[in-house]
């Protein structure tokens, strides 16, 4: 499995770097890196382009071990990791990530990651496993048919697989992706999970490959549509402000970022690629009743079931 | 002491908020707050000033209860708050905090803070009480004149009271002030204090009142030299990295930020205020072999006595 999820979060960079370039016109810098306590990965970046004010699809593989201490704390989260003897535990995990902050503040913002994860006995055998990711849409100025799309797509890739899936993994996308301070959703959902291993290995394998496949078709259909609208400056400093919210939501709650900048050796360039390029925060801001603004506001305090 | 912190912060606030409207050519905006679980404050803004793009002096005075498991919290940082009949306790906190992020990007942004805590027995007497606080310079380009002029400044009200604060507090401020998944201070310095009780309340009331009064001569004189300086779109660009950083210091580790969002009833856009009105994330931006940003940087990774 681990092979075979490097190769398969490898083919995909690639499908998904070549696919963008196009979208923008610009290519992507590619940084390969290694990470000295084992393993590395591909961070691939356009900025400043025609169309992304910023992107970055990357892919890492690590491996090393996790001291008994690291092993405690991810028990919380990860039922089944466990290190019997105490002795730190060898672990691999491999996965794409991806945060795409459009020029247009008609065009949304969109992350996507998913994971493997694998811990190891002292004798090689496979000690715990899982799968993690998710995909989550972040608009300035909402287009309801933009996130029917998005979540119609990512519907049919969880529904191939299991029918509860989806439900449910919308709903933790909703409980995951929200600024808690602000009494606010990051975005307007998605899927979110984590530490699946109720089935078969190669079944969940198959369920993840189909939803990293459905990012092309969920995403490129609404930037094509969006990217070339005209917009006023006043759009585009709302598209700041919320931003700024971005920036909010990753430094302060986003539980993946926290474990990564807290990791002794972290590629902290490539954690915080997912940062907008530029941000704002304004004092007190209110948007005008009955604009659009406040439209998107009432969305992200209320969260909707797209399809 | 309570009455008369508060009435202190208060004239403070007005006479810097005065000093700094009459820098820049623009009054502040003032907002009067209360807060529903007990007390108020008041907010003074300024943005998208002439000389600031973003100024805030914030003073609050808050009351009520603590849980005995916030107590608990507490006791890490404040040997002596202790709740011993396992009840909630009554608190009071007054304090001034302030902001101001300059537009030109020779000019560094500031930051201060002072206050009181009180936690009282069931019967009305004082149960615990301290001082913390501080004040630290953030500048984009580095100017050793400003530097050493507001090391030197605040070391002057420290050395009236006791000879041993200055040296004493300017390294808990570079070790409080350390932005640790970059391995880089947040700024040049100043001082830091938490928990002080160990003199008499009125002795250290008096050291927090001379602190807090050397403010505005540690600062305007800096801002006057640096407001109207030239400046390259280059040079703005590298002020917008600087406090892309500060937003990272305030976010995922500034104590105090991050106490006040997990604060129930907690006022997010004063709290918040001391973000800057923009910032920016660029991938991998290397500074210059030889720049003024290189040097800027090796002073925040090798922290610099000043006086």
Redesign the interface.
């Known amino acids: 499995m681990r092979l075979r999820m490097e190769q398969f979060i490898k083919e995909q960079q690639t499908a998904i770097v070549a696919t963008l370039a196009e979208v923008d016109g610009t290519p992507f810098?590619i940084?390969t890196w290694e990470r000295s306590h084992g393993g590395g990965g591909i961070?691939c970046?356009l900025?400043d382009g025609n169309v992304f004010e910023?992107a970055?699809v990357n892919i890492s593989i690590v491996y090393g071990k996790l001291p008994p201490a690291a092993v405690e704390k991810m028990r919380v989260d990860h039922k089944n990791i466990a290190s019997p003897t105490g002795e730190p535990l060898d672990f691999f995990a491999a996965g794409l990530s991806m945060v795409l902050h459009p020029r247009n503040p008609n065009a949304p913002t969109v992350h996507l990651n998913y994971r493997y994860f694998e811990t190891m006995n002292p004798d090689g055998s496979s000690q715990s496993w899982w799968f993690g990711g998710g995909t989550d849409l972040t608009p300035s100025y909402l287009f309801d048919e933009d996130a029917i799309h998005f979540h119609k797509t990512i519907k049919e890739a969880c529904d191939k697989h299991d029918k509860e899936y989806f439900p449910k993994f919308k709903k933790w996308c909703d409980e995951y992706f929200f600024v808690?301070?602000?009494g606010e959703s990051r975005g307007v959902g998605g899927i979110f999970f984590d530490d699946l291993d109720d089935k078969d290995p190669e079944q969940l394998f198959a369920f993840v490959q189909d939803c990293l496949k459905a990012f092309l078709p969920s995403y490129v259909p609404i930037i094509e549509k969006r990217k070339d609208m005209p917009f006023t400056p006043a759009e585009k400093e709302w598209q700041?402000l919320r931003r700024?919210r971005y920036?909010?939501f990753n430094?302060?709650h986003d539980r993946g970022t926290?474990f990564g900048?807290?990791t002794p050796g972290?590629r902290?360039?490539s954690i915080?690629?997912s940062?907008?390029?530029?941000?704002?925060?304004?004092?007190?801001h209110e948007p005008a009743p009955g604009s659009r603004e406040e439209r998107m506001l009432k969305v992200l305090k209320e969260p909707v079931d797209w399809v």
Chains 1, 2 share one sequence.
């Open positions: 810098k940084d961070s970046i900025q910023k970055g808690k301070h602000r700041q700024g920036v909010e430094l302060v926290s900048l807290n972290a902290v360039e915080l690629m940062l907008p390029l530029t941000a704002r925060w304004q004092y007190m």
